[in-house]
């Protein structure tokens, strides 16, 4: 069985943590839906029909005004076509690089209570999920 993730695990968010708060970066996202959202009882979404897809993009409108706040953008966004490297057993729905001005931005739109309360809508969206932090490099023509 492959291994899901949705959340950071208490290592890899303390990696995130120790690296620079002030610098920009860009973080990575590759979604993976559920067929149908998974809400917990006594949502105010559950039990609605709702696709993850469809509750993803609740997510998205609600903590859209937070991640802009904060001074975030989406720089690319992509629809998966097919894995070329990689596991064959891995298939990802949607992808996005989100940038922020720095960590710090970051950690502020995470720690917002109403950030806090949208996120439940990314939850219950996801099946799998990767969340990637990268520094931004020099774009080109070249790979190295």
């Given at each position: 069985m492959t291994e899901v993730y949705i959340?950071?695990?208490?290592?890899?968010?303390?990696?995130?943590?120790?690296?620079?708060?002030?610098?920009?970066?860009?973080?990575?996202n590759l979604?993976?839906?559920?067929?149908l959202a998974d809400y917990p009882e006594g949502h105010e979404h559950a039990g609605k029909g709702w696709s993850g897809r469809r509750a993803y993009e609740e997510y998205g409108k609600t903590s859209g005004?937070?991640?802009?706040?904060?001074?975030?953008?989406?720089?690319?966004r992509g629809k998966f076509e097919t894995m070329v490297?990689?596991?064959?057993?891995?298939?990802w729905h949607d992808g996005f690089i989100a940038q922020y001005p720095n960590a710090g931005a970051f950690f502020e739109m995470i720690k917002d209570p109403d950030y806090q309360q949208a996120v439940v809508n990314r939850t219950a969206a996801l099946?799998?999920?990767?969340?990637?932090?990268?520094?931004?490099?020099?774009?080109?023509?070249?790979?190295?």
């Open positions: 959340d950071p695990s208490p290592a890899n968010f303390q990696s995130f943590k120790d690296l620079p708060r002030n610098t920009p970066i860009h973080m990575l979604l993976l839906y559920r067929d005004p937070i991640f802009k706040r904060v001074g975030g953008s989406i720089i690319w490297t990689g596991p064959e057993v891995r298939a099946t799998d999920s990767r969340l990637i932090r990268f520094a931004p490099g020099e774009a080109g023509e070249e790979f190295g």
